[in-house]
């Protein structure tokens, strides 16, 4: 393709996005707006999958043995618990372990221990860490029904609600992504739309003299893309603002709250979105095109 006709194609795409000035604006603004929703949404559900990953890998079952549990029993115990489906790790816990570990998380105030006048009523345990986290309510359960353990632990209840709440954050953010991206493609579509309308006639013209199909449709095309192109790139900025300014904020008065800090990171979401808006710009072009101009 000559460049005159490159520099014909980009100067009818501007003179048509000036032309159209509100409903371009309109455009522009519907896929600021929705890229700058979807942005938030993508870091939400990073940062959802960041606290996800963490408290997976910490959760762990508490498996405490019987009191009158006898040490060859206690190997068998633990290669059982080893030979279950999803266990990756088994920790054996004496009584005299627990009863040092919780002197040191008593700290200062271990003297309250000290009313045991030396009996030990904590009893042995095993810790059991699973290879993923879906694997830690089938292997409880799976202990549980031994009968020999005293008591197994894992958060019943709490897990489940856990990882149901960010199941359905997840789905949420790729939900409303979809919603606002099918959003921004419709109003793409009805401006590049009103447009060719408006040039019907010069369209007609242009077809009876001997213009290509493709000829008449890169100005469309373009004009689609700078609508798209320009609308992701006030989102990118404006999120690249709020998000720098809020994991300052929040490292500042919430600090144990740890959101994903990685420069890197932020700049391949706006990269993405960049992407994402020149991409739905050209969508929405060539659905309008392809239903209405007929060429």
């Known amino acids: 393709m000559k460049i005159r006709t490159m520099g014909y194609f980009f100067k009818e795409s501007l ?8 409903m371009s604006f309109a455009s522009i603004l519907t896929v600021a707006i929705s890229l700058f929703v979807c942005g938030i949404f993508w870091l939400l559900v990073l940062n959802v999958n960041n606290v996800a ?3 997976e890998s910490s959760v762990e079952i508490k498996a405490f043995l019987h009191d009158n549990t006898r040490l060859d029993q206690i190997e068998i115990i633990e290669k059982q618990i080893r030979a279950l489906p999803g266990v990756s790790e088994v920790d054996f816990v004496s009584r005299d372990e627990a009863l040092e570990s919780l002197r040191k998380q008593f700290g200062e105030k271990n003297d309250l ?3 045991l006048e030396g009996e030990n009523p904590l009893p042995d345990s095993f810790t059991v ?19 020999l353990f005293e008591k197994v632990r894992y958060g019943q209840g709490v897990v489940e609600k856990l990882f149901a709440l960010i199941n359905w ?4 953010g790729v939900g409303i992504m979809t919603l606002l991206g099918i959003a921004a493609v419709v109003l793409i579509a009805i401006t590049i739309r009103l447009t ?10 242009m077809k009876y003299v001997g213009a290509t199909d493709w000829f008449i449709r890169w100005p469309f095309l ?8 320009i609308g992701s790139f006030v989102a990118v900025m404006i999120l690249f603002w709020s998000y720098s300014s809020l994991v300052k904020n929040v490292s500042v008065s919430l600090s144990f709250i740890q959101l994903i800090r990685e420069p890197g990171l932020l700049w391949n979401i706006n990269a993405g979105l960049m992407l994402t808006g020149t991409a739905l710009g050209a969508l929405g072009s060539m659905i309008s095109l392809h239903k209405f101009l007929k060429v």
């Open 129 to 147: 860490k699973t290879k993923t986290a879906e694997d830690v309510i089938p292997v409880a359960q799976s202990m549980e029904q031994t009968n």
């Open 196 to 205: 060719v309308y408006a040039r019907r006639k010069e369209i007609t013209i």
């Open 169 to 172: 954050i997840r789905l949420l």
């Open 222 to 229: 373009l004009e689609g893309v700078f609508l798209g192109l």
């Open 15 to 22: 003179i048509s996005l000036r032309r159209n000035g509100w």
């Open 53 to 55: 990953d963490s408290i």
């Open 113 to 115: 221990l000290d009313a």
